[in-house]
Structure formats: C-alpha cells, structure tokens
C-alpha cells in the first residue's frame, strides 16, 4: 500500500484468510464511513444510508488500515489496525511489518532569524509582484513547486479517457490564485484542441437580494474574480478555448436539493457543512450559463474530472489564523499551526467533499495533495513558503503567489483568500444569527 500514489477508498474481502480489508487513502481524499448496528453487525460504506438512523455513521479514520478477522469470536477483538508513520521515522517496510511509511516526512518547522523587510520592500506596493524583492532567492522554490504541481496535475489528468470533442477535465473556479494557477498548469499539459471548463457559481442569498436589483443578484465576489480569472487566462493562452460556466443557483433550487445534500454530508453535520458541501454539490453539477464575448447559452457540464484546490491553504500558510499565529506570536508559532494543519488534513473535510461531488457522477482531484506536492512543500522552509510580514493578499502563500505572477496571472496573483461559503454567498442565508459550528 506505501507504493500507491493517489486517493482511494477500499473494501477488499479474503474469502481464504476470512480476513476484511478497508481504509482510504492517507489524506482521506475519498469517503468511507462505518457504524456498528445493535445487532453487532458493522457495515461500512462510502455514503451514509438513511434506513436506520439509531446508531452513527463516523468517518473511517485515514491514518490505519483496518483488517477484519472473520474467525474472532467478537468484533471488538478482531480488527487489526496498520498505521501509516512519516517517512522521517526512519521505518521501513518489511514482509511482517505493522506500519506503513507515508511517502513524505513532516512539515519543517526551521525557522531563521527574521528582520524586519527591508526599507525596499516596505516602499514597494507589491500590486502585482512584478517589483518582488530577493526574487533571486526565491527562484528555485518557484521553479520546483511549478515543476511539482505539473507532473501532479499531468498525472491526474493523462489517466482520463478521450470524449470526442467534449471536455475531459475541469476546474472548480473562483478566480482566486489557487485554481488560477491549476488552470493555468492545466492548458500547459491538455492537447491544443480539448476545450477546459470553468465553473463558477453565485447564490441567491435572500438576505442580500433584498438589497440588490435583480440583475445583480448573481454578481456575488466569487463572480467577480471568477470573470477577471477567466480573461486572464484567456490573454495568457489565447489559443486554449476556455468555457467559462455561470452556474446560477436560485434560493428555491437551495430549499429543493438541502435535504439531499444533508444527507450526503453525514456523518458532518454542522451548518459550515451545509454552506461548504451545497456550493460544491451545485457547482459540481454543472449545469449553468455558457458565456463568451457575443453570448450567453444555456450548457451542461461536460467533464467528469473537476481540479480542486484544497491542500493549498494548510499547506501554504492561507487561513486567517495562520497570520493571527503570526501576528500573536511570531515565526515560530506560524510554523507549529502550518505543521498542525498539515497533520490534520487526513481528518478534516475532503470525505465529505467527495461524497457531495460524487453524487453528480463527477470525480474530485487535487493536485495539490499529490504526494510529490506535499514532500516538496513540507521540506521547504518556512520563510520560502509564506511572509506575514507583507499586507494580506501577498504574504500568505507567497511561494504560490510568485509562481502564479511567474504563470502571467497578474490580477490572481494579489487576490486574498475568501472561503466558498462567502464568496459564492451560501453562508447565513436564513439568518444572520446563525453560526459556522451550529448543528443543523
């Protein structure tokens, strides 16, 4: 199992061991659940049924393989369990040997003595990077991570059989810089002639359309950027025919589909769930407003690989407490919560995400949690990485910042970060009182 590269979630039956195998994959990039029922009887799945709702389903936890004996007498003495350990641990995998070596070490938390910036940088805006200082130091950070998230992104997608003249992959798409440089590296490794599709979805939020005109109701931030992105892309590769998807989502089609997506979420059941996991279902799906210069047709998604950018932001420093950990205490407390949340993305949300993006028949990819992605980034210093010491928009994910304004995304690469609920406006659609860790 160390030698498998990529997602996967399994169930594998040894009918001559009367032995059950099951686990996902290392980052949990793929759902599996399990309950125990009151009979003793242990299901596991890859969705949470809604026959029997007296016992709890809970994520199978990505770090172990699990291994059921079929010949114990009781269940709870008979599982095994095979935990993955960091490459740095120095173990080594052997014929009877109970660990697993993951194919990257832990993040390095080295941080060198750091000055303030330095009189040239602080007068320089940094509008658009062009006028970076100590860009020679950086050089070869920006030139591997674009190397590393090439090879990723050309794996992902070389795999994806041929559809005549539809769309093999697409990319979920905000504007912001994370899946701006994905679609950026996309068109790098697609054949000239196959198109790439940009979905980009806006909500009707009742509590702010009361404010807005009609025609305004969809002009959301995520929208916004989206479009900027997208003309971007199309002056950096103009050749590439890039179709650029409004889905529009009205508040009646919300209160229609929820209670699917609600179920699709289990065993995750907060209303951050609900504002994350709807954006992803609708925008998953597809369907919307084909846009061009001259147009606006109604079009069905075609692409049954969407490109996603979670790992970018555990990875590179692009969460609010990221710079609060900065701001609070300095260096090395950033570097601790960037090693945290490394850690914890095996336990976080991309099993949910998954079960909400497959019900569209759609597979999820992220280029960014490919294990030559991760053993790159976890090995490069911090101060390579990120620079809190810049204004928000530039120092949180610098290094991909750099590569992006490198990639000639000019506009993208100066973007801060804004989470889907609130650019795509699902966030407190019934009531600005309610909160992200609320149950639904």
Not at 221 to 250: M, Q, S
Not at 344 to 349: F, G, H, L, P, Q
């Amino acid at each position: 199992m160390s030698k498998i590269e990529g997602p996967y979630a399994f169930v594998y039956v040894d009918r001559e061991q009367k032995h059950v195998w099951y686990a996902r994959d290392y980052l949990g990039r793929r759902s599996l659940l399990t309950k125990t029922m009151d009979s003793g009887a242990m299901l596991v799945s890859s969705v949470a049924d809604t026959a029997d709702e007296s016992t709890a389903w809970t994520e199978v936890a990505a770090q172990k393989i699990y291994c059921v004996d079929l010949n114990a007498r009781t269940l709870d003495g008979g599982i095994l369990e095979y935990s993955w350990q960091y490459a740095a641990s120095g173990l080594e995998i052997g014929a009877e040997d109970e660990h697993l070596v993951l194919p990257f070490g832990r993040v390095d938390q080295t941080v060198d003595d750091i000055g303030p910036i330095s009189d040239v940088a602080s007068s320089v805006q940094l509008s658009d990077l062009a006028e970076f200082p100590d860009i020679c130091k950086w050089q070869p950070y920006i030139d591997q991570l674009k190397s590393e998230l090439t090879q990723a992104v050309k794996s992902r997608v070389d795999s994806i059989p041929p559809n005549g003249t539809h769309a093999r992959c697409g990319v979920l798409f905000s504007g912001g810089v994370d899946c701006m440089v994905l679609a950026a590296i996309l068109t790098t490794v697609l054949p000239r002639d196959e198109p790439i599709e940009l979905f980009n979805v806006a909500f009707e939020n009742p509590r702010q359309t009361k404010l807005q005109s009609l025609d305004s109701v969809y002009d959301v931030p995520d929208r916004k950027t989206g479009r900027l992105g997208w003309n971007e892309l199309e002056r950096i590769d103009p050749h590439r025919e890039w179709r650029f998807i409004e889905c529009d989502v009205p508040y009646s089609q919300v209160i229609e589909h929820k209670s699917h997506v609600q179920q699709l979420l289990v065993p995750s059941c907060t209303v951050m769930d609900m504002s994350i996991g709807i954006a992803l279902w609708f925008a998953s799906r597809g369907h919307g407003t084909r846009v061009t210069a001259t147009s606006r047709t109604e079009y069905m998604g075609q692409s049954r690989v969407l490109l996603l950018g979670m790992g970018a932001d555990e990875q590179l420093g692009g969460y609010s407490r990221h710079r609060s950990a900065w701001d609070k205490s300095g260096p090395h407390a950033l570097a601790r919560e960037i090693a945290l949340d490394v850690e914890r993305i095996a336990t976080r949300n991309l099993g949910r995400d998954d079960r909400v993006v497959s019900d569209n028949a759609k597979e999820a990819r992220f280029p960014f949690l490919a294990a030559n992605v991760v053993a790159f980034l976890s090995q490069t210093p911090i101060a390579y990485k990120m620079d809190m010491r810049y204004a928000r928009g530039v120092g949180e994910k610098l290094l991909l910042r750099l590569l992006a304004r490198q990639l000639g995304l000019v506009q993208a690469c100066v973007l801060a970060k804004r989470a889907i609920q609130f650019g795509a406006r699902t966030a407190k659609m019934e009531s600005s009182q309610t909160r992200g860790q609320d149950f639904l």
